[in-house]
């Protein structure tokens, strides 16, 4: 299992510029969600999803968009980036229902937004 | 809604010696779940330990143990033998069921000194 992927590891965005993140994981799980990490202000939830289709907000959603068409996929995407973006994103997914687990995060995307 | 609160920015520990780390928490459930996360440089999340609040007994795994007092609402990390390894941000987190998503406190950075 590869775990949870995501892509790309760093980006640098000028103001205005769309963009996704993606985030996949194979291990079948349901819940997926997206942290994204400033410092002194630890991880906030974006987004987050209980299954496919179905979507809901975290404690920082503006700004942000996503979907979860396929289990395995959760992307993030950006409409218009702003600096105050510029933050360290988090993917992670965990079984949910099936059983309280670990969350498993992916390796982070760092973004840069000018 | 619920919050985390880790009231040590910093913390620093010499080779081979304990550690505790504080989280208290803020909630009117009576039945959630406590987690203890940690990052190292490399800024994957690893999960350390996890508590269910119905249990009595305090989790241990290997080198880190809790204390966890459910009337004061208190969550705290102790790290046994503390090793060079062990340096890394180490965050507090809750989640209410297993479905909702974790809230995370601001993290605590901890460096063992050698």
């Known amino acids: 299992n590869a775990g949870v992927t995501q892509t790309p590891k760093f980006q640098v965005l000028k103001t205005g510029q769309s963009m996704t993140l993606q985030c996949a994981q194979d291990?079948?799980?349901?819940?997926m969600s997206w942290y994204r990490q400033d410092p002194g202000m630890g991880l906030r939830l974006i987004h987050y999803?209980?299954?496919?289709?179905?979507?809901d907000q975290g404690e920082v959603p503006n700004g942000y968009n996503v979907s979860r068409s396929t289990t395995e996929d959760f992307p993030l995407r950006l409409l218009s980036a702003a600096p105050s973006q510029t933050s360290v994103y988090f993917c992670?997914?965990?079984?949910?229902?099936?059983?309280?687990?670990?969350?498993?995060f992916g390796p982070g995307t760092r973004l840069l937004v000018l | 809604a619920q919050t985390v609160t880790q009231s040590q920015p910093e913390m620093s520990v010499q080779e081979a010696e304990t550690v505790t780390l504080s989280c208290t928490y803020d909630?009117?459930?009576?039945?959630?779940?406590l987690f203890w996360y940690k990052q190292p440089p490399s800024r994957q999340m690893i999960l350390v330990i996890r508590?269910?609040?119905?249990?009595?007994q305090n989790a241990t795994e290997n080198r880190f143990s809790v204390n966890f007092q459910k009337a004061a609402k208190s969550f705290s990390l102790k790290i046994s033998d503390s090793q060079l390894g062990d340096t890394a941000m180490y965050f507090c987190?809750?989640?209410?069921?297993?479905?909702?998503?974790?809230?995370f406190g601001k993290g605590t950075r901890l460096s063992v000194i050698a």
């Open positions: 992670a997914s965990s079984y949910g229902a099936g059983g309280l687990e670990t969350q498993y």
């Open positions: 291990m079948n799980h349901e819940y």
């Open positions: 999803s209980v299954g496919a289709g179905i979507t």
């Open positions: 909630t009117s459930e009576s039945n959630y779940y």
């Open positions: 508590q269910e609040a119905y249990k009595q």
């Open positions: 987190a809750f989640m209410k069921d297993r479905n909702t998503p974790l809230v």
